[in-house]
Antibody
């Protein structure tokens, strides 16, 4: 299971920080990447990026300049930091486990419930 | 980035109907295509991966097909719990993209 946590309100120009806690299994076991996806209210899904246990990351180019993903397998957590936020970053943020097949990252098989982050002064 | 286009954007159907949703990729993606179901206020749930492989626990009335650029999600006999929004997603390139979603509503 995955659970997002973090502030629900962030001021414009500040940094949005979220953590996803993974329970029910070890993050150190190979075969999975750990992902973030967001959904603006009433809109579709946008892939943010994913990270492996080793710290290797893949970012959506549209967010790359503002985005940092990190992982702490000892705490079974991974985190997202998005800097210089604007109202356009208001969204439900989901964390998800991401399956690899023969080393190829493929799909999200388990999702957190999501957390709404509002960017407003 | 690869653009994923779903059709229709919404549809109305009755319980028991056969429902087909189409997803088209702007370039060939082999079978790197996944389908998710999202109900209001909930996170998406995995239905189909690899274009046609049914995720464990998903009812067999759901099926997926296609390869290359054109893909289909079929619900053979729509049930009350299937009214939701469905998304396709490609993982062929390093920038993953979703379709805009198809909302299945009760007629």
């Amino acid at each position: 299971q995955l659970q997002e946590s973090g502030p629900g309100l962030v001021k414009p120009s500040q940094t949005l920080s979220l953590t996803c806690t993974v329970s029910g299994g070890s993050m150190s076991r190979g075969g999975y990447y750990w992902s973030w996806i967001r959904q603006q209210p009433g809109k579709g899904l946008e892939w943010i990026g994913f990270i492996y246990n080793s710290g290797s990351t893949y970012y959506n180019p549209s967010l790359k300049s503002r985005l940092t993903l990190s992982v702490d397998t000892s705490k079974t957590q991974f985190s997202l930091k998005l800097s210089s936020v604007t109202a356009a970053d208001t969204a439900i943020y989901y964390c998800a486990r991401t399956v690899t097949i023969f080393g190829v990252v493929t799909y999200f098989d388990s999702w957190g419930q999501g957390t709404l982050v509002t960017v407003s002064s | 980035d690869i653009q994923m286009t779903q059709s229709p954007s919404s549809l109305s159907a009755s319980v028991g109907d056969r429902v087909t949703i189409t997803c088209r990729a702007s370039q060939r993606i082999s079978n790197f295509l996944t389908w998710y179901q999202q109900k209001p206020g909930k996170a998406p749930q995995l239905l189909i991966y690899g274009a046609s492989s049914l995720q464990s626990g998903v009812p067999s009335r759901f099926s997926g097909s296609g390869s290359g650029t054109d893909f289909t999600l079929t619900i053979s006999s729509l049930q009350p719990e299937d009214f939701a929004t469905y998304y396709c997603q490609q993982s062929f390139t390093s920038v993953w993209t979703f379709g805009q979603g198809t909302k299945v509503e009760i007629k």
